[in-house]
């Protein structure tokens, strides 16, 4: 049986929250069911929205509240450079971006999103192919898109069952670099999931319609193995609000200088997650010798 890896991927531009809290329960419980290799990995592409100050809070809040992902990739992230942070692997991408050059078309796009129709089951805006041909340095704001296939995707999610996407029916050809010069979100994803061996994704159903169009760009990228998701519905907290990636309300800091215990944390974001009565696999593993509280 292949060896199932996941990631749990913070973004750093803000303090760990509850919602980040929720989503690692979900992690690591996926995980735990799949035998699954946790990495732990910095989503910290976008430069303009990230701080340093954040990826050392948000890690130590991790190991305070017990969640042990992979040695490699925990112990990679307390050096510069490291394998699992973004803002470090800047050639990786520049790599894939020349390999996805000579598979399909990219190129400059300056249109507005009020320019893009909305249309999709999601209501994504769906990206007409306007600019195709156009050179990938152009003057002004632009981005830099690349064509993709109009392939049907099928993925196994192991929580929906198979999901079926029309990619460039539904979202059009992705965006690769945005207006700043910077990888995009879901360009540095597929990238380095195929580095780091990732075939199962862990992540909240606002993000189901990325699945076809990274499995499409993986493909270009020269991906074979294929991966399976779990999407979550969104998550509550035990007070019944609901936990969004933007909620900055409740971070773990704060409520650690409030002199709550990590089982209290754990407790207050872990009510709201799916399945959450079988206590047994919700409680994230302990790293030897961590003292609890
Ligand atoms: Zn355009």
Redesign the pocket.
Known sequence: MTLRVTRFAPSPTGELHLGHVAHAICVWRIAAEHNAKIVVRMEDHDRTRCKSEYEHSILDDLDWLGFVPDAVSRASLNSHPSAYRQSDNTERYAAAFEKLKQVTDVYG???TRA?MPTSGPDGERR?P???RG?PIDREGRFVV?ARMPGDETEVEDLLLGSLHQQPQHDQGDVAIRDVFGQWTYQFCVVVDDMHDGVNLIVRGEDLKPSTGRQWLLAKLLGRTAPFVTAHHPLLYAADGKKLSKRDRSETVRAMRERGMSREAVIAAAGVGVPGAGRQGSAAPRMSPGDPPG
Do not use: D, N, Q, V
């Open positions: 796009c300056s249109c320019m990206y192919g306007t600019c156009m898109r």
